[in-house]
């Protein structure tokens, strides 16, 4: 892939992880037990931030690494990852 293919992938994949965090956002409430509903919809909320935060972290780092890395040079660390994964199995 290209840079261009792969910043208009990245972008798709946002767009769908900005949508798919709304249509949670606007869902239906699950219902829970009356006992620990204030726990898990606290902890729940946080912790979707939280994991919403990170994939913005990551998509970051990686737009970042594919400017600063030649395109050889990622090939090449791509392959000798996928050939040691192979070995260690």
Same mark, same amino acid.
């Given at each position: 892939?290209? &840079?261009?293919? =792969?910043?208009?992938?990245?972008?798709?994949?946002?767009?769908?992880?900005?949508?798919?965090?709304?249509?949670?956002?606007?869902?239906?409430?699950?219902?829970?037990?009356?006992?620990?509903?204030?726990?898990?919809?606290?902890?729940?909320?946080?912790?979707?931030?939280?994991?919403?935060?990170?994939?913005?972290?990551?998509?970051?780092?990686?737009? &970042?690494?594919?400017?600063?890395?030649?395109?050889?040079?990622?090939?090449? =660390? *791509?392959?000798?990852? =996928?050939?040691?994964?192979? *070995?260690?199995?």
């Amino acid at each position: 892939m290209r &840079n261009e293919e =792969i910043k208009a992938e990245l972008a798709a994949l946002r767009a769908e992880v900005v949508a798919l965090a709304e249509a949670r956002e606007q869902g239906p409430e699950p219902v829970a037990e009356p006992d620990s509903s204030a726990v898990e919809d606290g902890g729940s909320e946080t912790e979707d931030e939280g994991l919403m935060g990170q994939v913005h972290e990551l998509v970051e780092l990686l737009e &970042n690494e594919l400017r600063e890395t030649p395109m050889v040079s990622g090939l090449v =660390i *791509f392959s000798l990852g =996928i050939l040691v994964g192979r *070995f260690l199995r």
